[in-house]
């Protein structure tokens, strides 16, 4: 088993991750598609959803770059493999992609999960994606807040049009990780015109925010 000290390329603690809660996620999802549904998990990390969504019923297959996360998964099919490249060569009920994969900056970045997506989404499969919400990014400013027993420290950072180079500071335990990232605002109309490019349409949001918004085939 992999050491809870390690910390992934994208610098992403796995010692954070498993100790955050996986809160409203699962239930969100789980309400918005078919009881036991097949679910492609992109960039599940250590499972912090998997295990929810397996324990509601669902058949998961974990993907992500990181066997040493994947290491941590529980009651799923595991599959290493970059997300944005990814071809299994078979459908599934349900693509997620969930911590805001779909905000990495740079249209071609969006492209290849979409068409991701698309590829992996059987006929009347939805694909449920979680965003920063929309304009949140172009406006943030430094926040603090308490997740389970996870302290997480935002620093806004700078912004360059609609990307914005932040970073994130974990404590846990009298010890702390800082994870910079680069995101970028991803509008409605963005979203609904690149994935028209694929063949995908958007139907709705799943909240108030329109963070997770779910998506199926034209």
């Known amino acids: 088993m992999t050491s809870p000290d390690f910390v992934s390329a994208d610098g992403s603690p796995l010692a954070v ?3 955050l809660p996986a809160g409203d996620a699962p239930m969100l999802v789980h309400r918005a598609i078919r009881p ?3 679910i492609l998990e992109l960039g599940s990390g250590p499972g912090r959803l998997t295990r929810a969504l397996v324990a509601l019923g669902h058949d998961v297959t974990a993907v992500d770059d990181s066997p040493e996360m994947l290491a941590h998964v529980t009651g799923a099919d595991c599959v290493a493999a970059d997300a944005f490249e990814l071809d299994l060569g078979r459908t599934f009920d349900v693509v997620l992609a969930a911590s805001t994969l779909i905000n990495r900056p740079g249209a071609e970045h969006r492209a290849r999960l979409l068409e991701v997506a698309s590829r992996h989404l059987r006929d009347g499969g939805s694909f449920i994606v ?3 919400e929309p304009g949140w990014l172009l406006s943030a400013t430094d926040t603090a807040e308490e997740c389970g027993p996870v302290r997480m420290v ?3 950072g700078a912004i360059t049009g609609s990307v914005r180079s932040a970073a994130m500071t974990y404590h846990l335990g009298g010890r702390s990780w800082r994870q910079e990232f680069d995101a970028e605002d991803l509008p409605d109309a963005v979203l609904e015109a690149e994935a028209a490019a694929v063949g995908l349409v958007v139907t709705r949001h799943l909240d108030d925010a329109g ?4 998506l199926t085939h034209r």
């Open 154 to 156: 935002f620093e806004a």
């Open 211 to 214: 963070s997770w918004v779910g």
């Open 17 to 19: 991750y498993l100790a």
């Open 36 to 38: 036991e549904s097949t």
């Open 130 to 132: 979680e965003r920063f």
